[in-house]
């Protein structure tokens, strides 16, 4: 008899972080300051002005988190790279000791048979590039890809999958229209250029790779599934307009070569009309996608939120985490199955999912986190569910594997397997990374078996 519950043999068992969550020391060894360096820097901007400055110490103690990972049982690891790391400027001059840091991290990683998943941008952008107008300046994607070239040719030998941006609509939506995130910009006019920036520097840079690139390579977009919360045709344009503007925005281009034409309702006269040639450039083959993917939105009109008109209706009865997101299962497989029947049945990463949670006091050592365990196991076996319906996921990153510098949360949201004691940089593994190792170890077959991924583990 089979057992329906395990995962195929090959199936990526990891988890995920960036660079600026998690290395600390951003100025070490010749590196340049990033756009988050001097947004965290900046009074006001993050939570008790915490600071990426130390956050883990993963530039100094990688070693130790490679072990981690090895003993979590982690068959791959998905990281970012700091831009400014390896081009203090951006672009131009190398700093050879910043790309001489994630050689040693990806050589590690190989030593114990974890598979680097490499990140190209998760939103610390050189400083010196915003300078020069950043994500707004069209250079930037002939930066990207140049900087993205380098990196394939100095890690491309032994990394064989690699993405050029991670949730480039919350680096628009928080960075460019919000001002929440660096560079701290809210202008209506500026978010539609700087996503056509992102996309064209994905284009780019997936272009590079063609021409060298011997592995894999694809894009990171954050996915959340919009329920109108009536039959209400305002409730049900609501709905179809946030759908448009979190979940198509970078996928249609990408896919099919046209922005949807909903952004033109959404951003009005903000919204230019965008080159032929951009769009052909945009609509690159990707040989998979990765998905990151936290909650649902239950959706009604509401005129107060701009630029959508689409507001979130809380849920009673359902659990939300720290974030103030609601625990939801079946919007992954209903998302998975939406991207199969849109885009067509491209491999799919699942490269982040997790929830933070206030976790308890630590007890005799351990820090028992229920919740988490709970958030992990009904969304695996959501993805287990989706695979039996059809859909080719080939790996899983939680997010995150150590407590970290959530953005403009500072170190007071925590989302890891792993906590973080950041005064004396002490790791213990919370139960879910116990649950995690589990799982991992079993191939999924201690998730359990049928049954619907919302009903609680
Ligand atoms: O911490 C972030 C990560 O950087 C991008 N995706 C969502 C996570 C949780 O907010």
């Known amino acids: 008899m089979t057992d329906d519950s395990i995962f195929p ?15 600390g020391s951003p100025l070490a060894d010749g590196a340049g300051p990033s756009i988050w360096h001097r947004f965290s820097h900046t009074p006001g901007r993050t939570h008790s002005g915490d600071t990426g400055d130390t956050a883990c110490d993963h530039y100094r103690r990688y070693e130790m988190d490679i072990a981690l990972m090895q003993r979590l049982g982690l068959n791959a690891y998905r990281f970012s790279i700091s831009w400014s790391r390896v081009l203090p400027e951006g672009r131009g001059r190398l700093n050879a000791q910043g790309l001489n840091f994630y050689e040693r991290l990806v050589d590690g990683l190989l030593r114990r048979g974890i598979e680097p998943f490499v990140t190209l941008y998760h939103w610390d952008l050189p400083l010196a590039l915003d300078e020069l107008g950043g994500w707004l300046n069209r250079d930037i994607a002939h930066w990207f890809a140049d900087y993205a070239q380098l990196l394939y040719r100095a890690l491309g030998d032994r990394v064989r999958l690699w993405t050029t941006l991670n949730e480039p609509w919350v680096a628009v939506a928080e960075g460019y229209l919000s001002g929440l995130h660096a560079p701290g910009h809210a202008s209506l006019a500026e978010a539609p250029r700087a996503t056509h920036n992102f996309l064209r520097a994905h284009g780019l840079a997936v272009q590079a790779y063609r021409a060298e690139g011997r592995g894999q390579i694809g894009l990171v977009v954050n996915l959340e599934p919009k329920y109108p919360v009536s039959a209400k045709p305002e409730d049900q344009e609501a709905a179809a307009r946030a759908h448009a503007y979190m979940n198509r925005q970078y996928l249609d281009p990408v896919f099919f070569g046209a922005h949807p034409r909903r952004m033109r309702e959404i951003f009005g006269a903000h919204w230019p009309e965008f080159a032929d040639a951009d769009m052909r450039l945009i609509r690159q083959p990707i040989d998979f996608l990765g998905v990151n993917y936290y909650t649902r939105s239950v959706v009604r009109h509401d005129p107060a939120i701009v630029p959508t008109y689409a507001g979130s209706v809380r849920q009673s009865g359902s659990r939300y985490t720290e974030m103030g997101w609601e625990v939801y299962p079946q919007g992954l497989i209903d998302t998975l199955l939406w991207l199969c029947n ?29 919740l988490r365990v709970d958030y992990l196991h009904r969304h695996l076996r959501a993805v287990r569910e989706a695979q039996r319906q059809g859909v080719d996921v080939r ?10 510098f959530e953005w403009s949360y500072g170190y007071g949201k925590r989302f890891g397997l792993i906590h973080v004691d950041f005064t004396t940089q002490r790791r213990i593994f919370k139960d879910s990374a116990r649950f995690y190792r589990e799982v991992i170890q079993a191939r999924g077959a201690v998730l359990g078996q049928q049954g619907s991924a919302d009903s609680p583990a």
């Open 395 to 404: 790996g899983y990153f939680a997010w995150s594997l150590l407590d970290n």
């Open 342 to 370: 849109r885009y067509g049945t491209i491999p799919l990463y699942i490269t982040e999912n997790g929830a933070a949670f206030a976790d308890p006091p630590i007890t005799d050592g351990r820090v028992h986190d229920p």
């Open 9 to 23: 043999a090959d199936f990526f068992w990891g988890a995920a972080t960036s660079a600026y969550q998690i290395e």
